[in-house]
């Protein structure tokens, strides 16, 4: 396998997630506002005790493994372009990573949500561990801004990836991160603005692989002018 098809199967892993993201069919359930007897009702009927097994929530464990992959394949994207001193690619793979490690953090709060619902357990504890778990959901949206904003000073200051992707990084990591306050209201929108760049961006990598392998030469500042 050539290094130009790997880098097309680290790139598909974007379009992978949002595939595999919406099929997986979230954002079902109760109001992240809702009242506890309204969780309780929700998770003690037939549909959603033992639910957690179904496809739906190993769809979504599956994208975001194919997610860690797309923000490696960027993190190398942007690392080709860096000084040795360079700190960009680092915060870059963290802050994607990281967003992949709190959505999956909060399987295990997702997992006992299922298990126990139906078997008398206080409306209270499935409240909590709902709670858990759409609290990880949103953490992720902040994440994933600072790894866009990693993205844009990337491709717009050093050229690592076509200026459009840089320029829809530098809109979305901001939306991102100032969503996580209005998680009830509007935030949603932000998120679904990453899904769309997520997609755009992979399949660009995907079709055009050299447009993040031959990166746009960096500005240099002369030797004269740096002691001005």
Not at 177 to 190: C, E, I, K, Q, Y
Not at 200 to 216: D, F, G, N, V, W
Request: glycine share 12%; net charge positive; charged share 10%.
């Amino acid at each position: 396998m050539t290094d130009r098809t790997l880098g097309r199967v680290g790139a598909a892993g974007g379009a992978a997630f949002v595939v595999l993201a919406l099929a997986a069919g979230g954002g079902q359930g109760p109001a992240n506002d809702a009242s506890r007897e309204q969780i309780g009702r929700y998770f003690t009927t037939a549909k959603t005790i033992g639910g957690f097994t179904a496809a739906g929530p190993l769809l979504e464990i599956l994208a975001m493994l194919c997610l860690l992959v797309f923000w490696s394949r960027i993190t190398g994207a942007v690392r080709r372009v860096e000084s040795d001193e360079g700190w960009l690619h680092r915060v870059v793979y963290g802050a994607g990573v990281g967003s992949v490690i709190l959505k999956l953090s909060s399987f295990p709060a997702a997992f006992a949500l299922h298990s126990r619902s139906g078997k008398g357990v206080d409306p209270a504890l499935l409240t909590a561990l709902y709670d858990m778990n759409n609290a990880a959901f949103v953490l992720g949206w902040a994440a994933s801004g600072v790894a866009l904003l990693g993205v844009a000073v990337a491709a717009l200051r050093y050229g690592a990836l076509p200026r459009w992707i840089g320029y829809g990084a530098a809109a979305i990591g901001p939306a991102l991160l100032l969503a996580v306050p209005f998680a009830d209201g509007p935030g949603p929108v932000a998120f679904l603005a990453l899904l769309l760049w997520l997609g755009a961006t992979s399949l660009t990598l995907m079709i055009r692989p050299e447009q993040a392998s031959k990166p746009e030469a960096a500005p240099s500042i002369s030797t004269s002018a740096a002691y001005i």
